[in-house]
């Protein structure tokens, strides 16, 4: 994301609105995957739920957002953040915007495929049940500043919650750590193709990356391996995997893959993950490295 500041504590709607932008244009960084396609990744939230997300006409819960997010090849705890920052900034003891976030809702096609929704009569919620949904918000945006993400959250039917005196809790647990201890990796930025660039159908083009080791192992013998994603699209054609030349800690490296445009016109989304010779991921909780190209005659 080429914006990485959290929305303001004040402005209230506005603040949420711009949540909603985030979330649009995270959807066009992955190569516009389609709502059911996401939600067939996410397998706990409707792909109409994920439309009205995207929209912004329903501020998202977070097992919502988490799962648009997760569909999306994005980093869950920094979007953890934003939605904290979104949710405050009007939020008041009545307020329960995760409430009925995930309820069935009347679906329509639209032109692009994606499901249209509109919202179902509300539904009563009794009081008790209320007050722990607004527990749940204080305790999991509170725990941003805490020593740990993968404190006990109170819930209410979200998420997978077990039975601890009395009260339902949900675990959350941190994003799997790097196979090797201290070994570490940033995406310095695109060499070539910069994404959204528009290739012609059948052109071959090399794409480029540029890595840094962040860590102290030395990379030896790694590759790019094209990860199954939800966004791919399979419409590009690219080897399985290509080489990381050996790169030593602090030094960076630069990373290129030989691609051909489909015969047809369209959006093609490739993301990458960095792998051993066994093909094991070295590092399982970050984001994929990724292209992006809008294919023309």
Known sequence: MSDSGVPSSAGGQEARDRFAERLRRLRAEAGNPSFRVMAAAARSVSHATLHEAAKGTRFPSWTTTQAFVEACGGDVEEWREYWCAALGSDAGPSDDPAAGQDEKLDEKEDGDGSAAATEPDPVPVPRRRRRRRVIAVVVGCGAL???????????????????????????????????????????????????????????????????????????????????????DNGTCSTPAKVPIPDTDPGARVRVSVRVTAPATPGSCWVGWKMVDGQGRQLFPGARPVFFVVNVAR
């Not at 012609?200 to 860590?215: C, D, M, S």
């Open 145 to 231: 500043g805490g020593a740990g993400l993968g404190v006990l959250l109170l819930a209410d039917g979200e998420g997978r919650p077990t039975q601890e005196g009395g009260a339902e809790v949900v675990q959350r647990s941190p994003p799997p750590a790097p196979l090797f201890s201290g070994d570490g990796s940033v995406f310095v930025g695109d060499v070539t193709i910069p994404d959204g660039t528009v290739v012609k159908t059948g052109q071959r083009f090399i794409k480029t990356w540029e890595l840094a080791n962040a860590g102290t192992v030395p990379w030896r013998g790694r590759f790019l391996a094209r990860a199954l994603l939800p966004a």
